[in-house]
């Protein structure tokens, strides 16, 4: 029987587009259906009726396993339906509608949700994957426009099934109507299905995308920090290595009023598996004014004050985010804390990231849907910065 095993799940949205994704039990065509949202007073989802107005699609004839379809001439912040299709010469398959909306253009708000460890945390995982079906759950709760994962998606990057046990699965509802971002973790780096699985843009484990008034670079930590190496350096923090260059040059080029990075290693966590040698990419990213650096690996929440120079700085400084998110190991905490930590706890955890051009304000919310830190970076005209 033809099936979709994966998906449909959405994958890089921008103003005028969005990419689907889905994997089927056999292999087969490919056909997406963008249709008109009409809103009515109640009905059938969200106050939208049932849609019916095909407004633009895409297909691909050949048959495959993974499918991935991109429609474009959409309209910037704008909620469409969904279905996807596939067929061979025996059967047929179909999902949806489902919604989803386009990037807002720039100096529109939107919030997007973090979290991380949904495969890294397994070896400790007591409950079964309870843990991670709450967070999935509560974030979706949120309606967040994108979501980030910061690594360690997976157990084992060579294990085809860990991909549906721990995100896909878990993940269905959330994934169907909201695009994902995320970074390779060490339980990911070498294994191939990161690559099929999502639609980033080329070579995948580092990248860039604007979203509103943010600018996000995305980056692979183990590259960095390889394994022969771990947790020295690698000796990639230089011009000459592709993804450094990368990151110099795409700083140089984007005017973005705010700039987040993200990776899987923690430079500043005052727990186990800090890894230090990343602290060689803090005064680039000082130089270019990056207002939040988000990272994972040890798997508890900790937040730094702001950072400069390796030192306080609560007028240009960077705050650093470890969201280990789902799963909590209090014993790789330190038996206190480092000078840089402002908060830090080991609870299941997401963060829910609300972004305005004068604001950028970060939750962090247990799996249980309880609010335990909040915190706001404030940016006038001028970019002159406010932590409160």
Not at 135 to 159: C, E, H, W
Not at 340 to 363: G, K, Y
Request: net charge negative; proline share 5%.
């Amino acid at each position: 029987m033809l099936t979709m095993i994966k998906g449909p799940y959405l994958q890089w949205p921008t103003e005028e587009s969005m990419t689907f994704m889905w994997e089927t039990s056999k292999p087969a065509t490919s056909r997406v259906e963008v249709m008109r949202a009409e809103r009515i007073h109640s009905g059938y989802q969200g106050n939208y009726k049932q849609p019916e107005q095909i407004l633009a699609s895409a297909e691909n004839s050949g048959y495959s396993l993974i499918h991935q379809l991109t429609v474009s001439g959409l309209e910037p912040g704008t909620i469409y339906f969904y279905k996807v299709y596939s067929q061979n010469e025996q059967e047929a398959a179909e999902a949806g509608p489902f919604p989803f909306k386009t990037a807002m253009l720039p100096g529109e708000p939107f919030s997007f949700t973090v979290t991380s460890e949904t495969g890294g945390y397994s070896g400790f995982d007591i409950t079964g994957g309870e843990i991670n079906n709450s967070i999935f759950a509560q974030m979706k709760k949120y309606r967040p426009d994108f979501s980030l994962f910061i690594g360690d998606i997976v157990n084992d990057r060579t294990n085809y099934a860990d991909w549906d046990q721990y995100f896909f699965s878990p993940g269905k509802e959330l994934l169907q109507d909201t695009p994902s971002f995320s970074c390779l973790g060490n339980h990911e780096n070498g294994g191939s299905w990161y690559y099929d699985f999502f639609a980033f843009t080329a070579p995948k484990n580092y990248y860039s995308f604007d979203y509103g008034d943010a600018h996000f670079i995305a980056l692979d930590s183990t590259d960095f920090i390889n394994n022969d190496t771990y947790p020295a350096s690698s000796g990639k923090f230089q011009a000459g290595n592709a993804q450094y260059d990368f990151l110099v040059q795409d700083l140089q080029n984007t005017s973005a009023k705010w700039k987040i990075v993200y990776f899987h290693y923690s430079p500043y966590v005052s727990g186990g598996y800090q890894v230090e040698a990343l602290r060689a990419l803090c005064p680039l990213l000082e130089q270019h004014s990056v207002d939040l650096v988000l990272s994972s690996h040890t798997i508890v929440y900790e937040r730094s004050y702001p950072l400069r120079s390796g030192r306080l700085d609560f007028k240009d400084g960077i705050v650093y985010v470890v969201a280990g998110g789902a799963g909590a190991m209090p014993e790789w905490l330190l038996p206190k804390r480092e000078w840089f930590t402002s908060q830090s706890l080991a609870v299941p955890h997401f963060l829910q990231v609300a972004v305005t051009p004068q604001q950028l304000e970060i939750r962090a919310i247990d799996h249980q849907g309880a609010l335990f830190d909040k915190f706001s970076i404030f940016k006038d005209m001028d970019g002159a910065k406010k932590y409160i």
